[in-house]
């Protein structure tokens, strides 16, 4: 369990560093871009990858991957801004039921009544949990719901394309990671570059710096992740309970206690639905 921890860890830490980017003016598209960089490296580093008999990967998941993680990235950090860590990360979380639908309608499993119940309690964890009232700090909350709405959607379709990658036998998965991260860093310097020209941002080097500890952060959640499914594999349904909820049960006593955000009565309802949600469909899965 200690790897699910770290990686629990690592999820929040770049919540945190996402939350933080305002207050310190950093330039988040710079930030992500040299995020990947990093990303790179270490699966170069660790996983060391073989770039060979690629005739046959699957160039449109990959581009994809690497279109739609470095833009849902970007996405990430103005929900953390505007709705805050607690109800992003729940919108994060819940997007694993966008997955289950597609491995009922897509891949042909079958959907039962308990994993039917589950998504039900999770999409009203989500209305729950969207910024509803108004008044003060009403700026900032005015239309979030649909940041939380697009990382719901995005995240889900980002793990939909990931578990296409893992059942893809001819690429081994992390030469396909290696891949992604490789598109990605791309994607996100070409917005850089077109940024920089339109005078919309100045290269700062303390910006690669910050890229690289964020990079460091989002690399050792999914390493810690893979690591505790390797060492729990007979308990899969552990590892998976224990990181959505441990993100959402982390993330919202840093949301809470660290920032001080705001959370109505039915926000509260609505993490306790998440965690309820999670339980339901972990169960029904296994």
């Not at 998504?119 to 009203?124: E, M, N, P």
Request: charged share 10%.
């Amino acid at each position: 369990m200690l790897y699910v921890l770290l990686s629990i860890c690592c999820s929040v830490i770049v919540s945190v560093m996402l939350k933080l980017a305002r207050r310190y003016h950093v330039d988040v598209l710079q930030a992500i871009t040299w995020n990947y960089s990093t990303a790179i490296l270490l699966t170069w580093l660790i996983f060391k990858p073989h770039l060979t008999n690629l005739q046959a990967a699957p160039i449109y998941n990959f581009t994809a991957l690497g279109i739609l993680l470095p833009v849902l990235f970007v996405v990430l950090a103005i929900s953390v801004r505007a709705t805050g860590i607690v109800r992003t990360d729940i919108a994060q979380r819940l997007s694993l039921f966008i997955p289950i639908l597609a491995a009922n309608f897509i891949f042909g499993e079958a959907l039962s009544l308990l994993k039917i119940v589950g998504i039900s309690i999770g999409f009203a964890a989500i209305i729950c949990s969207i910024p509803w009232q108004k008044g003060r700090g009403s700026k900032a909350t005015s239309g979030s719901w649909f940041y939380l709405l697009l990382i719901f959607v995005g995240m889900g379709v980002i793990d939909v394309l990931f578990k296409q990658l893992a059942t893809f036998k001819a690429v081994p998965y992390t030469t396909s990671l290696f891949i992604v991260f490789v598109l990605a860093f791309i994607c996100s310097l070409i917005l850089l570059i077109i940024k920089i020209a339109r005078r919309k941002t100045k290269f700062s080097f303390p910006h690669i710096l910050i890229g690289w500890a964020l990079g460091i952060a989002n690399f050792g959640n999914i390493l810690f992740y893979l690591k505790g499914h390797q060492a729990l594999a007979n308990q899969p349904s552990t590892v998976f309970t224990a990181m959505n909820m441990g993100v959402i049960v982390l993330g919202t006593f840093v949301g809470l206690f660290i920032f001080k955000e705001k959370l109505s009565t039915l926000n509260k309802v609505g993490i306790f639905l998440a965690l309820l949600s999670i339980i339901v469909i972990t169960y029904a899965s296994y």
